[in-house]
């Protein structure tokens, strides 16, 4: 099993840390994003890897290289621009032939991956999602009504939860021909298409082991995990 790893963003809401470095590539303790990332894989059994890359990629290419420092295999699919999340992934077709992972390298995960590969398997799924409740106070009142505009109820400034999408997937290769060829392409419109198709779309919900990196905020908390980690040096 090979997995793909989504590392071609800009990063524009990191700046101004990705001016000169990757997203995937902004130091967490002692190590990379993308370094974390690719031992969490390697833990799960799974050690091939194609890296989808695109702005300032030779410091990853430069970094990884075949990946055998690392004890892993890594290939590289490669983009002259942005394509977004769907539209790097089909970068990465050539590669793909069998059921495979697909992560975004702008988060840390830490569940077994092992587990949703096992659950995607045993439900014989086409896509299966990792999924985590998320839960958020809206800054307004909630009024509602009835067919007649009659007000029934007043919430003020309730909590509303839901489970969101963390951006770590088991996928069979056919999702690759629902992403049209060399456009910017949304995974939410790939999910939206198989759901139409009827094809059997898992979510794989997860307590915790997940820490999204979409900000200077997240980042800095982050680095600030791992600093405590690391502890004194």
């Not at 430069?62 to 539209?87: C, H, K, M, Q, W």
């Not at 992560?103 to 830490?110: A, L, P, R």
């Not at 770590?168 to 790939?190: F, Q, R, T, W």
């Not at 794989?204 to 997940?210: E, H, R, S, T």
Request: aromatic fraction near 12%.
């Amino acid at each position: 099993m090979k997995a793909v790893i989504l590392a071609g963003g800009l990063g524009t809401r990191l700046q101004p840390y990705t001016t000169f470095l990757p997203k995937a590539m902004l130091p967490l303790g002692d190590k990379p994003l993308l370094e974390h990332l690719i031992e969490w894989i390697k833990h799960n059994n799974v050690d091939s890897f194609v890296l989808c890359v695109s702005y300032l990629r030779k410091t990853i290419q430069d970094y990884f290289e075949d990946g055998s420092r690392f004890g892993v295999n890594i290939e590289y699919a490669v983009a002259d621009r942005p394509l977004a999340t769907a539209g790097q992934l089909k970068t990465a077709e050539s590669f793909l032939d069998d059921t495979f992972v697909c992560v975004y390298g702008d988060s840390i995960f830490d569940f077994s991956l092992k587990h949703m590969i096992d659950y995607h398997k045993r439900k014989n799924a086409f896509v299966t999602m990792g999924l985590v409740e998320y839960k958020t106070k809206l800054q307004y009142g909630f009024i509602e009504m009835d067919k007649t505009n009659r007000v029934k109820a007043w919430q003020e400034k309730p909590d509303v939860k839901g489970n969101i999408n963390i951006g770590c997937y088991v996928m069979e290769p056919g999702i690759l021909s629902l992403i049209p060829e060399n456009k910017p392409y949304g995974m939410d419109n790939v999910i939206r298409t198989a759901l139409v198709k009827k094809k059997r779309v898992n979510g794989y919900p997860i307590k915790n082991g997940f820490i999204d990196i979409g900000d200077k905020a997240s980042y800095r908390r982050a680095y600030q995990h791992y600093l405590e980690k690391l502890g004194q040096i």
